[in-house]
Structure formats: C-alpha cells, structure tokens
C-alpha cells in the first residue's frame, strides 16, 4: 500500500479537463465531478486517492509531499516560485497574463516611456518582476478577484491579469498593452515522491507525454 499515490486536483475551471485527461490514461477519478462537499476521494482498486482543492493551494499539498502529483495553471506556478518538480505542460487551460490599461490610456501611452506606475493584480510577484526586469518602479495593489474593477474606480492605472477570450476586459473598456507570458496547465510532481514511486510516476508522465504529443 506504500506505493499509493495522491493526486491534488483544482476545483473550478480546470477541474473536468484534468478529470477527462486522466481517464485517457485509465485513471478515473469521475466521481469528483459528483456534487458533493467531499475533499478527499478514495479509489482502493486503483491505489490511489485525489484530494479536491483551491487551484493555488495546489502547489502547497504538493510541496510538503501531502500529494504525490498536482495539476496547476503556470500563472500559480509563477506566481509562488516554490521547488516542485514539473515535467509536463498538459496543453489546455491556455490563457495569457497580460498588462492591460483602459482604452483612453492606451490611445497616447507608450510602455517603453513607463516610469512609475501603479498596478493592481493576483499576481503580485510576477508582475513586481516583470516591471523591474524593464526598469519600471511599479507600486503593486494586490487584490484576490475582479482585478479589472482597478482601473475603473481609479484604484490603479493598470492591470496585470489573465486574459483568456478577452471579454472581460472588452466589456470593461480595457485593452491589453503587454503580454508577460502564455500560460498552460502543468502536472508538477514532489521531488522525493519522485525517488520513492519512481516507477508509478514515471508511468504517468509517460502515458501523459503520450496523450498530449
Ligand atoms: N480566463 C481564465 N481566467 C483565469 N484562469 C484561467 C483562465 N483560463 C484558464 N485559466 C487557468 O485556470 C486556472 C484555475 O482558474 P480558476 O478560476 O479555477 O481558479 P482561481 O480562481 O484562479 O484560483 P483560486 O480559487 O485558488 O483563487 C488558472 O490558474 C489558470 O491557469
Ligand atoms: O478573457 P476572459 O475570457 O474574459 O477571461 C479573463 C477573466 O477570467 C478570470 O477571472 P475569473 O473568472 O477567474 O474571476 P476572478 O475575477 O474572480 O478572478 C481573469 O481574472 C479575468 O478576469
């Protein structure tokens, strides 16, 4: 029973994909897309179990080795920087992370003239980061969910968020300036787990690798 594994998947928008992506290699976990207030699922036939979990938690439970494998977007991975092993980008979840300002701004603004600005974002370090390796003095707002609200009440000028159909920021008359990165969904992996099932893991990246390619 030892070489049981755990999986931590993200509830919300990745959730089905990661599900329908694990089936294709006869792992089936469907029944977490059953309506339920479970956080762990255990499926003994298959030795292993999935835990459910906010999508940026993901990275965490993988760390501190409470789950053996995780699916995560890049923007999180990114964003915290933490010591995780991530040998697949698993090809959906495409969106981008973008720096977008309001039209009126955008008609008479050059980024290449940015000095000091004050952006609002999600993704506090990466945009920090991004602005300093431009030699831009950027003061960072960090905020938890409708980052786009920033500009329109005068919270920041900009925005660094993810940018997937772009309606949100249309229908919020925001155009995007700067693209800082294309983001997919990735399995990461905890290092020691890597060592210790070795083999079981190495099965499923390679079963992955062949889904995917
Ligand atoms: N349009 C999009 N907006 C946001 N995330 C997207 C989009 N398209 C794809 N993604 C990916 O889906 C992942 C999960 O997004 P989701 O909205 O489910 O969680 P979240 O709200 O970002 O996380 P949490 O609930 O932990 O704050 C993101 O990290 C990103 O990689
Ligand atoms: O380009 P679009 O297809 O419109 O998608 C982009 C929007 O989706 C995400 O927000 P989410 O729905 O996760 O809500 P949030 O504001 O709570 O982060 C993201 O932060 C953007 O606001």
């Not at 990745?14 to 089936?28: D, P, Q, R, Y």
């Amino acid at each position: 029973m030892n070489n049981q594994l755990t999986i931590a998947i993200p509830k919300g928008r990745i959730l089905t994909e990661s599900i329908e992506l694990f089936a294709k290699i006869g792992i089936h976990l469907e029944s977490m897309l059953e309506d339920s207030r479970k956080l762990i699922f255990e499926y003994p036939e298959q030795n292993l179990r999935a835990l459910i979990v906010r999508a940026t938690d993901v990275p965490t439970y993988v760390e501190y080795g409470c789950a053996d494998l995780g699916i995560v977007g890049k923007d999180t991975l990114l964003e915290q920087d933490k010591d995780l092993y991530e040998p697949l980008d698993l090809k959906f979840g495409y969106c981008r992370m973008m720096v977008a300002e309001p039209v009126n701004l955008a008609k008479s603004d050059d980024p290449g003239r940015w000095s000091h600005i004050r952006v609002a974002t999600k993704y506090p370090h990466v945009a920090e980061k991004y602005f300093a390796s431009k030699g831009v003095q950027a003061e960072i707002i960090k905020l938890y969910g409708s980052i786009e609200l920033g500009p329109l009440v005068g919270l920041s000028e900009r925005i660094v968020d993810l940018v997937s159909t772009g309606e949100t920021l249309r229908q919020n008359g925001l155009v995007e300036v700067e693209t800082i990165a294309e983001i997919t969904t990735r399995l990461v992996v905890n290092r020691a787990s890597l060592k210790t099932k070795h083999q079981r893991i190495r099965g499923i990246i390679d079963g992955l690798e062949k889904i995917i390619s």
